[in-house]
């Protein structure tokens, strides 16, 4: 495969941009090689700057839905852009994007529209602070919320992969905040809440993990984690930026069936542009300026061109009622066909998959936490992914992030994908 323009912008770009890149887990580190720098986009496919064709299943992490650039988000864009770019005033879909969003997910009656992720998380942790008078928050290890300081503690994504899950620059106070407690282990749970009675503000917790690879919360663990919060007045957070609206209408709250106090969501509200939002029960969000003393702003938010794809997005999610079977339809397939592949070469490495999510991880042993995630064999996934590089598919470079499937992808995209992985794992076992 030629990659000499790859090559050489990411020699220039490291002479500007830290590392040579915008955010970690694009740079190869974990994988090896050379980031391959993407010049465009469309439906379930994307080219590189050296005209190498891939078939994409990180969908920029998840919010593409419906393949890259569909021509309806498309449209919803060109239209806003007429109007202008940002205003910094209040507009008239910002009502109806949060109308939508507490329409389509019912534990939310009220939420404020933020740039990101990290955004959301942070903000909603501090509104949580704000309405408990409490200054403690449990996260749980493996668990991603973005790059706010005090999340920064045994995270998950790139700073797992990197080897940085506790980050330089977080200060002790910071960490002195945040407790840690193990995922699907509700024993770690209590002993946190009774070590810190009445301390504790909040539990936020990605209820289908998608940052240590894709791991569910067992009901149990969940249901039981609700009514500790209820017992205890802690809020609970349900980091949504990589699940809702992407494993089901409602997320995965809909999936799991436990409706937390607060949520999260990222990206995909925006049909892919920079946006997140948090929300949850009116009586906590209107702790928020200005309606509350909780401060949390933006110029940014609410801003016309987000809002007008993610209205577009969103619209399209509430009205297609083929949406999730036929993403079920293809992730099934898909998860069927590399399972036969497993078995023809004699291995059963544990495969996790909770709709259009999935995960393979390199470890035989069925992965339902950081610990067992972690067991997964991170050098066999560099080749893994280079091998199904060569090939023309592009997974998450590196092994603790999800593979996304779209509504672009076809059947000839999933065989060729198959294939592909049978192939490759022939080759590097
Ligand atoms: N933290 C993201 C994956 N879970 C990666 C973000 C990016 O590189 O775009």
């Not at 002479?15 to 040579?20: A, S, T």
């Not at 973005?146 to 994504?157: M, R, T, Y």
């Not at 790139?158 to 407690?181: E, H, I």
């Amino acid at each position: 495969m030629n990659i000499i323009n790859s090559e050489r912008l990411f020699l220039e770009a490291q002479k500007f941009i830290p590392g040579g890149v915008n955010s970690p887990v694009r740079a190869f580190k974990s994988v090896g090689g050379t980031p391959l720098f993407i010049k465009k986009g469309e439906g379930s496919k994307f080219y590189d700057v050296d005209q190498n064709e891939f078939i994409d299943y990180i969908g920029s992490w998840g919010p593409h839905l419906f393949g890259h650039n569909p021509e309806f988000i498309k449209t919803a864009l060109l239209e806003s852009i007429e109007k202008g770019v940002s205003f910094g005033a209040p507009t008239e879909i910002e009502i109806k994007m949060a109308e939508l969003i507490t329409e389509l997910v019912p534990s939310v009656e009220m939420v404020r529209m933020v740039n990101s992720g990290t955004e959301a998380t942070m903000s909603a942790v501090r509104v949580a602070r704000g309405y408990t008078g409490r200054e403690k928050f449990i996260k749980f290890e493996g668990c991603y919320h973005g790059h706010a300081d005090h999340f920064l503690i045994k995270a998950g994504s790139g700073a797992l992969t990197l080897g940085v899950p506790t980050s330089p620059g977080v200060t002790k106070g910071n960490a002195a905040d945040t407790l840690l407690a193990k995922f699907n282990d509700i024993e770690s749970v209590k002993e946190l809440i009774d070590a810190n009675k009445d301390e504790i503000a909040a539990i936020i917790i990605e209820p289908i993990a998608g940052n240590m690879g894709v791991i569910k919360s067992e009901d149990k663990f969940l249901k039981e984690l609700r009514t500790l919060c209820d017992k205890e007045g802690i809020v609970l957070i349900f980091d949504e930026v990589m699940t809702g609206f992407r494993v089901a209408r409602g997320g995965a709250q809909e999936v799991l069936g436990v409706k937390p106090d607060l949520s999260t969501f990222g990206k995909i509200i925006g049909g892919g542009l920079p946006v997140g939002a948090f929300g949850g029960k009116k009586e906590i969000m209107n702790q928020i300026a200005p309606a509350g003393p909780v401060y949390q702003a933006g110029t940014l938010s609410g801003n016309p061109l987000a809002m007008s794809a993610g209205y577009a997005a969103l619209t399209k999610i509430k009205e297609d009622s083929d949406l999730y079977p036929s993403l079920e339809v293809k992730a099934v397939y898909l998860e069927k066909g590399m399972k036969e592949n497993l078995a023809k070469l004699g291995k059963n490495y544990a495969m996790n998959r909770i709709g259009s999510m999935s995960c393979m991880f390199f470890t035989e042993n069925a992965v339902d936490n950081f610990d067992k995630a972690t067991q997964s064999d991170t050098e066999l996934y560099g080749k893994y992914f280079h091998e199904m590089l060569k090939r023309g598919v592009y997974l998450a470079p590196a092994q603790y992030e999800a593979m996304f499937i779209s509504t672009a992808h076809t059947i000839e995209d999933l065989d060729k994908t198959i294939s592909a992985h049978y192939e490759s794992l022939k080759v590097i076992l």
